[in-house]
């Protein structure tokens, strides 16, 4: 099956990146869960197989190539130039890719996927991720759901229409750009609660710190800036409205290597263990993973982030 193809609109975008001669300034992106379905507490991540062998092919063939230098716009030019299109067929993924292992419990506002690489392919790989890790993500969430509603476990699988896949992904997931290089070198850095963006020497990379206790059952999520080093001190819990000294315990980070310069890093585990790994997740959470699971920003994240912006729905200031 054809992987999902970058809008017209896209398109546009990356047709301009070329002709400034900006396609090669790099990029980072995160793909978020912003929101749960209703009637859950967490998201299930899934996807990642189908959106890594859909980065790893050829994004336009001639027949796509052909179909997009027929287009025209309203005055009857064509819609993109013949050198673009050309440079669109020669294009070889090239990106790193960070993600969460399929069938890992995760929460809103925790980065499913980060992305990092040239700007242009970040552009044209973001259809891909919301279209099959945003959707497969949001399905395997309400199939746990109705799992754990249901009287003996069993879940019959049924198909969901195409306007349900968009309009519904759409609305739970969020794929944000914290950063593109500028031509001196420097990076233009966005908060996701922010909207004035900041220039540094470095680019915004995120990372989701999972703490278990030693009966193995987790006590507390930390989302943090992988340049700040690891999160130390307390952390801002936004549920709760307050701030709470991070835990002893294993660490886990849950964002992993899967591509590095555009070439696979691991292999994808086979669907019957990453099916029994988002059991056995869901178990150690317990039940329907109670509501007050901590989970918030480090100290220096927050303060980075959090300004007089407008917040999401359960972010507050500090008090």
């Known amino acids: 099956m054809k992987p999902p193809s970058p809008s017209l609109a896209q398109l546009a975008r990356a047709e301009q990146y070329w002709r400034e001669g900006r396609y090669r300034q790099r990029a980072v992106c995160h793909l978020f869960f912003r929101s749960v379905p209703p009637g859950s507490t967490y998201a299930i991540a899934a996807g990642l197989q189908p959106a890594a062998d859909a980065l790893r092919m050829p994004r336009f063939d001639v027949q796509d190539i052909q179909y997009l230098g027929s287009l025209t716009d309203a005055g009857g030019q064509l819609r993109f130039g013949e050198g673009f299109l050309n440079f669109l067929q020669r294009q070889a993924f090239q990106c790193d890719v960070d993600a969460i292992p399929e069938g890992t419990v995760c929460f809103p506002y925790q980065p499913l996927l980060r992305i990092e690489g040239p700007a242009i392919q970040c552009l044209l790989a973001e259809a891909v991720m919301l279209g099959l890790i945003g959707f497969s993500s949001l399905a395997a969430t309400q199939a746990a759901q109705r799992a754990r509603t249901s009287l ?133 959470f317990g039940g329907g993973v109670a509501e007050s699971y901590p989970y918030g920003l480090s100290e220096k994240l927050y303060q980075a982030w959090i300004s007089d912006a407008a917040l999401p729905k359960g972010y507050s200031e500090i008090p």
């Open 152 to 284: 003996d476990g069993a879940v019959e699988e049924a198909g969901l229409s195409p306007a349900y896949d968009e309009s519904r992904a759409a609305s739970h997931t969020l794929f944000h750009w914290t950063s593109i290089q500028q031509e001196g070198g420097d990076w233009k850095n966005t908060g996701l609660f922010a909207d004035e963006p900041a220039i540094a020497d470095t680019p915004v990379t995120l990372q989701a710190r999972r703490i278990w206790a030693e009966d193995g059952k987790p006590v507390a999520d930390i989302l943090y800036r992988s340049d700040d080093g690891a999160p130390q001190g307390r952390y801002w819990i936004s549920s709760q409205n307050t701030w709470l000294p991070i835990p002893q315990g294993r660490i886990e980070n849950l964002l992993a290597p899967v591509f590095r310069n555009g070439q696979l890093a691991r292999q994808h585990p086979p669907p019957a263990e990453a099916r029994q790994y988002c059991l056995q997740q869901q178990a150690r």
